[in-house]
């Protein structure tokens, strides 16, 4: 079964790089890996979306390595109101059913 | 401008009860995914629409699970004589392609079955 994965958890310092490795062995050439990002009781929310080499935008970098089988979310001097759960998403192409989120990575900034 | 949006954002029901939860999605989105999210999981797919078409059903858990968008806006997720393994929460996403590609999410329903 298509899966990615990732740590369960991680625990930061505000203003401290956090990255977070997802693995997707299974990606497909016309595959896009997404990370979404959620606080509790809120919809996950899109971070940003990647096919290949690295992505960025104002809150995030998305590095994905040649063989695109894994991709790492990087967050730049992360804050308190980062803690969230982190979750990556792979098309994985074949049909929507394929749409898996994975329990996701639980990040926690501390003081 | 307004984001996916949700109803209601809470629903208690003896089981047994059918229930319908709704989702208004991103004006002019063409695609719109449904998801469960058991506590403590990831949010797992239901099914997939373009537009009105219901191009992905293979996600739902059961035939007691139902969901139209009749006009290609609205969608509205139906649930039938509800069992407590129902109990989640259920989102909506949107994006404005077809296929997965940056999808917006409501805030959720909470389904509580007693």
């Known amino acids: 079964l298509a899966k990615t994965t990732q740590p369960i958890s991680m625990d930061s310092y505000e203003g401290q790089e956090v990255n977070i490795t997802c693995s997707h062995n299974?990606?497909?050439?016309?595959?896009?890996i997404t990370w979404y990002q959620q606080f509790p009781s809120q919809g996950p929310r899109f971070i940003i979306q990647?096919?290949?080499t690295k992505v960025t935008n104002e809150v995030a970098s998305l590095f994905i390595p040649a063989d695109r089988k894994s991709s790492t979310l990087s967050l730049p001097r992360v804050s308190l109101s980062d803690t969230a759960v982190y979750y990556c998403?792979?098309?994985?192409?074949?049909?929507?059913?394929?749409?898996?989120f994975g329990a996701g990575t639980r990040l926690a900034v501390h003081p | 401008g307004a984001g996916v949006s949700q109803s209601p954002r809470y629903k208690v029901a003896k089981r047994g009860q059918d229930v319908a939860l709704r989702c208004d999605p991103i004006?002019?989105?063409?695609?719109l995914f449904w998801y469960q999210q058991a506590l403590g999981q990831g949010p797992e797919f239901l099914t997939y629409?373009?537009?009105?078409?219901?191009?992905?059903k293979s996600g739902l858990p059961s035939d007691r699970f139902f969901a139209e968008r009749p006009e290609g806006s609205v969608s509205t997720l139906k649930i039938q004589r509800t069992q407590q393994e129902d109990s989640a929460v259920y989102l909506c996403?949107?994006?404005?392609?077809?296929?997965?590609?940056?999808?917006?999410f409501g805030p959720g329903t909470r389904l509580t079955v007693t």
């Open positions: 998403l792979v098309d994985f192409s074949g049909g929507y059913n394929k749409l898996i």
């Open positions: 996403a949107s994006s404005l392609a077809q296929g997965p590609r940056e999808q917006y």
């Open positions: 990647g096919y290949k």
């Open positions: 629409f373009q537009n009105e078409a219901q191009l992905d």
């Open positions: 299974n990606i497909a050439t016309n595959d896009y």
């Open positions: 004006s002019g989105h063409v695609s």
